[in-house]
C-alpha cells in the first residue's frame, strides 16, 4: 500500500509513477490486471455473445441472460474503468502553495478523520489501514507551485487494490475540488 513515487514524473504523466517495486508489488499489480482483464471478460464478453447466440438461434427472451449477468456486467464496467484510470492524478488550480497546503489538508481531516502530519514537502499523504469490514484508503496530494494534484486508493487488509472503487474513489476526489474551490471563491 506504502509506495514511493517519482514526484517529477508523476507531475509530467499526470499518474503515479513508482520509483522502485519489491516482488510482491509486481506480482500484485500482474494479478490486479489478470483479475480486471478476467472480471471484464465475464461481465462484458459472455453476456455479450450469450445474447448474439440467442438472437441467431431466435430465442424470443434475450432480456434474461442480460438480467442474469448484470451483475456481472456491472463489475465488469466498473474493472475496466479501473484500468483505465489506474493512479491517475487530478489536477486543480489552487491559489498558492501554502495556502493549498493549508485548505487541502484541512479538507482531508474532515473527510477522513484522520490527522495530517503538516509537514513541508511536495507531496502528502494519507493512510488508513484496512480493517476486516472496512477497506484501507491512500489519499497523495503532490503540490506543484499553484496546481494540486491528488489521487485516492482504496486496498484490502492485504494490500491489493480494488478494482470495484474508483469510480466512487473519483467521485470522492471531483467532490474535494469541488469543496476547495468553493473554500477558495469565498476567500477571495
Known amino acids: 500500500m506504502r509506495i514511493n513515487i517519482d514526484v517529477d514524473e508523476s507531475i509530467r504523466t499526470e499518474r503515479l509513477k513508482v520509483v522502485h517495486k519489491d516482488y510482491f508489488q509486481k506480482f500484485e499489480s500482474v494479478f490486479y490486471i489478470f483479475a480486471s482483464l478476467l472480471l471484464i471478460f465475464i461481465g462484458l464478453f459472455f453476456p455479450t455473445l450469450m445474447t448474439f447466440q ?13 438480467v442474469i449477468f448484470s451483475p456481472f456486467i456491472l ?4 474493472t475496466l474503468y479501473a484500468l483505465i484510470n489506474d493512479n491517475r492524478l487530478r489536477r486543480f488550480r489552487g491559489l498558492d502553495e501554502k495556502y493549498n497546503r493549508e485548505v487541502v489538508s484541512k479538507i482531508l481531516e474532515q473527510r477522513f478523520g484522520i490527522a495530517i502530519n ?16 472496512k477497506w ?10 499553484r496546481d494540486v494534484l491528488i489521487t485516492v486508493s482504496r486496498f484490502n487488509n492485504r494490500g491489493t487494490k480494488s478494482p470495484f472503487h474508483p469510480w466512487f474513489d473519483d467521485r ?16 477571495a
Open 136 to 145: 484501507g484508503i491512500r489519499v497523495i496530494v503532490i503540490y506543484d507551485e
Open 75 to 78: 463489475a465488469g464496467l466498473l
Open 54 to 66: 440467442g438472437i441467431t438461434e431466435g430465442r424470443d427472451k434475450i432480456v434474461v441472460p442480460l
Open 118 to 133: 503538516k509537514s513541508g514537502g511536495r507531496t502528502m499523504r494519507i493512510y488508513k489501514k484496512a480493517t476486516c469490514w
Open 172 to 187: 470522492k476526489i471531483k467532490a474535494i475540488i469541488n469543496e476547495f474551490n468553493e473554500i477558495k471563491k469565498n476567500t
